[in-house]
């Protein structure tokens, strides 16, 4: 009987491949395609942001951002300056720890050290679309440490007795992003010792043994200068989502998808293209790119929407692909809500984008008003145009809760930080953060915000330019 069963599993293999092979032609015309191409890079530039910093970090092993293979840790060891450059706003609060986990075999073990009360640590659990699915850390798992286990979609074992916690990824690639608080540059030594404690196991290695099959090999396909911003961003999310079984919520967007020919783990056919089906394709990205603008410009720079709402679970997110897609663009992996705030100037309380070139401006927090936070606040700098921190002669890259004891406080009490290109005068120097001399944009993080932010009570200061 299990012989005669063999040839109709081949003829049914063989019939469902010829399927997906037909389904992933493109077979919608050039006006749907269009809408289809929007819908798809709304979706999919996440997933894709997400597979530079995957390959950055841990498959291209000669490139200057390489971490750690898949399922070790890497540790980053110091403050981020502007010579980092895997991803775009890195914070240079919490040094990094990094770990890519590739879930096909089996799950992956996390053990965290216990570490003093009064530091802040995060480990930040990501899948393949950016959704945060997890944390451990100082808010959901306490500082006292602990063994935690990471499963994907297939994985059907039974969790150890002994691991204090399972929790499940949808997709079978999936990110673990440490944080841990640095106080100063004199505290690195402890934030080492703390980062040396972080181990990571497989499940066989945790248990001590034999290791499962393994997965088979990927060839992962090298990224390309423009694959964000044209239809090769296509080739790459459909290479991604084979790692992913596709969602009950998501079938009938994903069939659309099919229709340009993105269909998860098969090749995206992009030299096969007609020029007609291409500008189509080219016009679904420009319209998803002009509606993000218009929402940045509409909800994001008036903080009518908050980073809270950009990052989150998959049920936090809801189906919302375009604010999923804001959170990748202006910050990827970025936290959610309850873990901290994040608040983006982009422009002053004018509403006109700020620039270094032309302005100087002021951040004023009245006495007694300064970021609520349960663990820390930090206000930091980035380049407009390329998104990275800013390079300056004092190296001074943020301005946070930490330095308050060494700046300047106004006669009632108050704090005003002085943004701008150009070294203040009036014995200012202290609450400087300097700016490029152009475009730029400046976040406060707000870790463990407490309750009044959390509600909107908090009022937020505005940027204002200086001599208005």
Known sequence: MRFEKAPRLILASLSLLLSCSAWADFSATPEEARGIAKEAYLYGFPVVEMYKTLYTQAVDKAGANFKAPFNKIGNTAKVFTPADTAFVTPNSDTPYSF????????????????????????????????????YLGTRSTGNKGGTFMVAGPDWQGQQPVNIDRLVRS??????????????????????????????????????????????????????TADMSDTPDLFRYLSFMLGFAPPQDAEKDLLARFAKIGIVGGQPF?????????????????????AEFAQFKKDKVDTHQVTSGDFFGTREHLNGNYLYRYAGANMGIFGNSAEEANYIGYFVDNQGKPVNGARHSYTLHFNKDELPPADAFWSLTMYDGK????????????????????????????????YVQHSEPVDGNKSNWLPAPHGPFYAVLRVYLPKPEMVSGQWQIPLLTPIGQ
């Open 99 to 134: 770990v890519w986990m590739d879930l096909r075999a089996e799950p992956v073990v996390l053990t965290l050290p216990p570490i003093a009360e009064n530091r802040y640590y995060s480990v930040q659990l990501i899948d393949l679309y950016t959704q945060n699915f997890a």
């Open 170 to 223: 949808e997709s079978n690639i999936a990110y673990a992003l440490y944080r841990t608080q640095l106080f100063n540059n004199t505290d690195l030594a402890k934030v080492k010792l703390i980062q040396n404690a972080y181990k990571v196991q497989t499940l066989s290695q945790y248990l001590k043994q034999p290791a499962p099959a393994a997965a088979p090999k990927v060839d992962w396909p090298k990224p």
């Open 269 to 289: 056919k992009l030299t096969s293209l007609t020029a007609e089906q291409r500008k189509a394709l080219e016009d679904g990205i420009s319209d998803a790119k």
């Open 386 to 417: 390329t998104k990275l921190l800013v390079a300056n002669h004092m190296k001074r890259y943020l301005i946070n809760s930490r330095m308050l004891p060494k700046l300047k406080r106004d006669a009632d009490g108050g704090l005003t930080l």
